[in-house]
């Protein structure tokens, strides 16, 4: 082969070297394109023609490539996203996942995470959203791909969150509502227009939700609370409730907590109060409360009369050594014996007064008796009470004077005299009674009734029915009459028993012996001088 043969053979094969390599070439970028757009390509070849389908493509972190639809969503969350929370999105991966895990709780915080996983499919968390989250991976790019399934229009995640808490606000428990800088109700939730139907069931035609509170909106403050009633139509027991009211751009948003039962309570526990006050303020017995600080918080006027101490002295809450003091100076507690250990002794009291065991008689110089009683009282607090007991005192004393007097009268009589009780049992009986019977009744610590006596007059007596006579006299009910009879004694001698009705179905047997010659009667006893 000459040269020329060659040269243009080898001009050939050259030729054929560059343009396969050409082809190869383009064929090289026609794969790298179809890296980047198969994902989109089987995206929208796999769904519906109308389907609203938003893919994104990401290699790692970061977005390379999207659909029209996810772009949109972008966009809208750029514009809705609060101030400050731009800076805070690291890389596109976290905006958008941010943006989705609202919706889907599951949304992995990195790519990373679904790497092993191949292909997951999400479902949303509101139930009737018909959207889908698919989430493929393969060579280091993670490709989201969602859907939005059942003729559900496509809406971004933010605008989904909104509705999630517009639907919170309308089924809470308690009304709220906004309104304008006028007052009018601009929206309200469900347990407000309730509210509003149980209260107000014919509204204003012209007023589509009336506004049931009546607030005033003149405060330069951006909060308010108040306390407000309503009183439903035809009743006049009204409802409470705490409104508390924050300042918007265009008006107030308003809350409502009904403390109907809080309110009711608290009248209920000052009515009790102001009655316990009426009823302090009436007793006859003086009251003084101190609290655990020893510090008196209560008193009421008859401590004031008791005492004879100032007012304005006990509205200053005196402590209780001072209190103590104070009735010393003025005499109207005993002079201790050792001054310097009295207050010792108030210690002792108000120990005392802590177990409720004290309980005093202080007989003043004045020759009043008062009658001083230590209480305890819940949370550490204890209660003295002062009562005048002079009058009761001085009706004992007389009682107890009359009774000796009536005794020494009886022991000078020589008749032999016993007194039986309504229900038979000896109240009274004198000297000579007790010479007669050889018997002391006053020795005995029980009660001698007249059963036991007639036994005993039987025993020194001889047999006689006269005994079981004057026993059933004794305890008779009704009319009786007085009556005697003539009993003769072991020693011979002869006793007249006279029986003898008193009033109060008491009874009086009187027993005479035959040396005395006439046998004194109830009126002679009874005038008989001391």
């Known amino acids: 082969m000459d040269l020329l043969s060659q040269l243009q053979i080898g001009s050939a094969v050259t030729a054929g070297l560059v343009l396969g390599t050409l082809v190869l070439i383009l064929l090289l970028l026609s794969d790298a394109s179809k890296v980047g757009n198969s994902s989109l390509d089987r995206a929208a070849s796999n769904d519906p023609p109308d389907a609203d389908v938003a893919v994104f493509l990401f290699a790692g972190h970061n977005l390379v490539q999207s659909t029209k639809p996810a772009e949109r969503l972008l966009d809208a969350?750029?514009?809705?996203?609060?101030?400050?929370?731009?800076?805070?999105?690291?890389?596109?991966?976290?905006?958008?996942?941010?943006?989705?895990?609202?919706?889907?709780?599951?949304?992995?915080?990195?790519?990373?995470?679904?790497?092993?996983?191949?292909?997951?499919?999400?479902?949303?968390v509101l139930q009737g959203d018909?959207?889908?989250?698919?989430?493929?991976?393969?060579?280091?790019?993670?490709?989201?791909?969602?859907?939005?399934c059942g003729g559900i229009p496509f809406q971004s995640s933010l605008q989904d969150e909104a509705g999630w808490l517009r639907q919170a606000v309308t089924g809470a428990p308690y009304p709220i509502w906004q309104s304008d800088r006028t007052g009018q109700v601009i929206w309200a939730n469900t347990a407000y227009r309730e509210l509003v139907a149980r209260f107000k069931p014919d509204p204003p035609p012209d007023a589509d939700c009336p506004a049931l509170f009546e607030i005033p909106y003149t405060t330069d403050s951006d909060s308010t609370s108040y306390r407000m009633s309503v009183t439903p139509l035809g009743s006049v027991q009204p409802y409470w409730f705490d409104v508390r009211s924050l300042r918007l751009d265009t008006g107030w948003m308003n809350y409502a907590t009904d403390v109907n039962a809080v309110v009711n309570a608290e009248i209920a526990q000052r009515n009790f109060v102001q009655t316990l006050t009426k009823t302090f303020a009436q007793l006859s017995i003086g009251l003084a409360i101190f609290d655990r600080k020893r510090q008196l918080a209560l008193f009421n006027p008859a401590l004031i009369d008791l005492t004879s101490l100032p007012a304005e002295f006990l509205s200053a809450r005196p402590n209780l050594l001072s209190f103590f003091d104070r009735l010393r100076d003025r005499q109207m507690m005993p002079e201790p014996k050792n001054y310097r250990s009295w207050r010792d002794q108030i210690a002792d009291l108000v120990a005392a007064a802590d177990n409720g065991q004290y309980r005093e008689t202080w007989s003043l110089p004045s020759g009043l008796t008062y009658r001083i009683s230590g209480r305890p009282h819940p949370d550490g607090a204890v209660a003295f009470l002062f009562e005048d007991i002079s009058a009761e005192i001085s009706l004992t004393r007389r009682f107890r004077s009359q009774l000796e007097l009536g005794q020494s009268v009886l022991n000078t009589l020589d008749q032999s005299i016993a007194v039986f009780s309504p229900s038979g049992v000896l109240a009274f009986s004198n000297t000579a009674y007790r010479q007669m019977w050889g018997i002391d009744p006053d020795s005995s610590f029980a009660d001698i009734s007249v059963t036991e006596a007639s036994r005993h007059w039987q025993a020194g007596s001889l047999p006689t029915p006269v005994w079981g006579d004057l026993r059933d006299f004794v305890v008779q009910f009704g009319e009786r009459s007085d009556w005697q009879a003539d009993v003769t004694l072991r020693d011979g001698r002869r006793v007249t028993c006279q029986v003898v009705p008193m009033a109060g179905g008491a009874t009086m047997v009187m027993f005479q012996t035959s040396e005395t010659l006439a046998v004194p009667t109830l009126g002679d006893l009874l005038h008989s001088p001391a």
């Open 77 to 124: 969350i750029r514009e809705n996203a609060p101030p400050g929370n731009l800076d805070a999105w690291q890389n596109d991966w976290s905006m958008v996942m941010q943006a989705l895990s609202h919706r889907f709780a599951d949304m992995p915080t990195s790519p990373d995470m679904a790497s092993n996983q191949g292909r997951v499919m999400l479902k949303p």
């Open 130 to 148: 018909g959207g889908q989250l698919v989430i493929d991976w393969w060579d280091g790019h993670t490709r989201l791909t969602l859907s939005e």
